[in-house]
C-alpha cells in the first residue's frame, strides 16, 4: 500500500532574500554616524518549508533538534521571508551623559534590515541572562516536583537500530499554539527552554537532551508592521522534533518546557529492544501527518531524517487523527542478507484493530521490494492508510506491522496507537 503521498511541486522549501554586506547608513538621533566597519556575522539556521500540510518555518538552536512554528498559508510566508543573515555594524558614537537614551536608525541599500532601534547609557552593564545550566537545573526540578502546568505537550518516541547495542531514538512534540503563543508583544521576546530526560528501570536517567530557544527577535519590531495575532500564528515555535541515542531497556521519557513562567510536563514510555545484525527486524513505527520531498539538508547538523524512496517524513507528537488527516506510518526493516544470494523477497502484513471493540478495520499483506536499497540492509518503508475509505469511528485504535522475508524468517510485530476524533 505505497502511496504517492504529496505532488512533488509543492514540496521545495522557499529561497530567501539575501542582503548584500557593506551598504548601510547609520543614524542616531537622526544624525548621520561613520560607520567603521560591517561584516556578515553569520547566516541563521532558519529554513522555509512548503509540506503537504501548509508553509512553516524551521529553526536549531543545538545539532540534534528541529524547533518549527505552526502552519500558514504559502503567500504569507512567501510575502514575509525571514530575516536570515546576521550582520555586525560597529561605530562609535558620540558621548552623553549616563541614563541618556538614543534613537538608531540604519538604511541599507537594498533588502529590509531589523535592528534595535533605542540604546540607554548605563554607569553599570545590564544583568546577564540566566545561565543554560539554570535553566537545565529548574527544569529538573519541575521533572520531580511539579504538577502537569498549564502547557499540555503531546509527544510520540520512537526507536531506530544503527548498530548493536545502540539506537536512535526520535522525540516528537507539539504544543497547543493557544497555550505557548504570547498575549502580548513583549511576551514575544521570552525565550523557552526544553529538557527531555530518558529514564531507565532502576530510575536513574540515562540519556538527556536539553535545548533553548530564544522566542523569534523580530517580534519587538513587528508591531509596528501587524497584529499580533498574525505575527503570534507565524513565529511561535509549536513543535520540536530531536534525537538522543539509547541502549536496550525499558524507558520512560520525561519531557519538560519551559515558557516564561508557564510550564508543561509530559511523559512518554519506550521499549529498545537489543538490536541484533544477524537476525531479520523491525523498527518503532512512527506515526505521521506530515511529509514533504526529500533532499535538503536538515537545519540541525547532526539530525538525522526519516527518509523514505523519495520522502521525508516528520512524525507526529499528536496521535489523534482527524477527519481529512494523513495517517502515514514510517518504519524501517533491517534485513541481515540483503545483497548476498539467493535475492530475498521481503513482505510485511498490517493491521489496524479497534481497542475497544477488537474489530479489525484494515488487514493487509503487501511486498516491501520495491522500498529496498541497493548495498543497503535497512529498508525504509512508508504507507499511508487512507482514513477516508476506512470509515474509523472515533475511539482508540492499535496499529500493527509484521515482516517476512522469502527465507521464512519473520520480526516480531510492532504495535502502537492512534485516536480518531
Sequence with gaps: MSAP???????????????????????????EQKIDSVSLVATSDIQVWLDNLGAHREAAYGP?????????????????????????????????????????????????????????????????????????????????????GSIHPSAQANAFYEAPGKARVD???????????????????LPSALLIESFGEDGRVAAQLSEQAPEDPVFEYLNELENLKDASEALTSNRYDGQMDLPPGEYRLAIAYEHGKEFGITYVPLTVDVYDASQFAISSIALCKRVRKAGAVPVAADFVPLVAGDYEFTPAGDTVFRKGDSLMAYFELYEPTLGQPPTLHVNYTMRIRNEQTGAVALETTENADSWIQSGKSTIPVAVEPV??????????????????????RKTQTRVTEFSIE
Design 387 to 408: 482514513l477516508s475509505k476506512l470509515n474509523l469511528a472515533p475511539g482508540k485504535y492499535q496499529f500493527q506491522i509484521q515482516a517476512t522475508d522469502s527465507a521464512g
Design 64 to 148: 540534534r533538534g528541529i524547533w518549527s512554528t505552526s502552519d500558514q498559508a504559502p503567500a504569507a510566508i512567501a510575502e514575509n521571508p525571514e530575516f536570515s543573515h546576521l550582520f555586525l555594524i560597529t561605530y562609535a558614537p558620540p558621548a552623553s551623559p549616563a541614563g541618556s537614551c538614543h534613537t538608531i536608525n540604519i538604511k541599507p541599500h537594498g533588502g529590509q534590515l531589523l535592528f534595535n532601534k533605542k540604546y540607554c547609557t548605563t554607569a553599570a552593564p545590564a544583568q546577564a541572562p540566566r545561565q543554560s545550566t539554570a535553566e537545565l537545573n529548574e527544569l529538573q526540578q519541575l521533572v520531580t516536583t511539579a504538577g502537569q
Design 5 to 31: 503521498f504529496i505532488d512533488k511541486k509543492n514540496a521545495t522549501p522557499f529561497s530567501l532574500g539575501i542582503l548584500s554586506a557593506g551598504q548601510f547608513k547609520l543614524f542616531e538621533d537622526d544624525n
Design 171 to 189: 522525540i516528537d512534540i507539539e504544543f497547543p499554539l493557544n497555550e505557548v503563543k504570547p498575549s502580548s508583544w513583549k511576551n514575544g521576546t
